[in-house]
């Protein structure tokens, strides 16, 4: 049986992981995420592709794409999170699974990091189990009908 492929999508500044902020976001770098994304995509028969980028257009593009060839997505939207109209318009355009994830828990953080206008457009939102967040999305994806 053929593997089902998942993009795990990665918004601004998390190319920084490890070295950003460790007091909030840890030690975890992106290189080890990205391992820990394919490691347990291995272990729930997904094939598991790891993209970062500090660019919305990338981003809203990458969404465009999955939309298209009806992929289930993680998305980490970081800032954007918080008030991008396009990127909330690409993840409504979704044709499969997508799951809005957060090393953090952005409601326990700073004002203007408490509303998500990605998660009313979502599958569901994991927040605040450190790179545990990314692991527990997978595993939803993974035990969604296709």
């Not at 272990?43 to 289930?72: I, K, N, Y």
């Not at 109209?85 to 997508?98: G, I, N, S």
Request: proline content about 5%.
């Amino acid at each position: 049986m053929a593997k089902r492929n998942v993009l795990v999508l990665n918004g601004p500044n998390l190319g920084m992981l490890g070295a950003r902020e460790p007091e909030v976001y840890g030690h975890t770098t992106l290189a080890d995420l990205e391992r820990a994304c394919r490691e347990a995509g291995e272990s729930l028969g997904l094939s598991v592709e790891v993209r970062q980028t500090d660019d919305e257009a990338e981003l809203v593009g990458w969404l465009h794409q999955a939309a298209t060839d009806s992929l289930p997505v993680v998305l980490n939207p970081a800032a954007f999170t918080h008030y991008s109209y396009a990127l909330r318009d690409a993840v409504a355009m979704r044709t499969a699974p997508l799951i809005e994830v957060h090393l953090t828990n952005p409601a326990a953080r700073e004002e203007f990091r408490r509303h998500s206008v990605v998660a009313e457009v979502a599958s569901g939102t994991v927040a605040g189990f450190g790179l545990a967040s990314y692991l527990l999305a997978l595993q939803a994806i993974a035990h969604e009908p296709t």
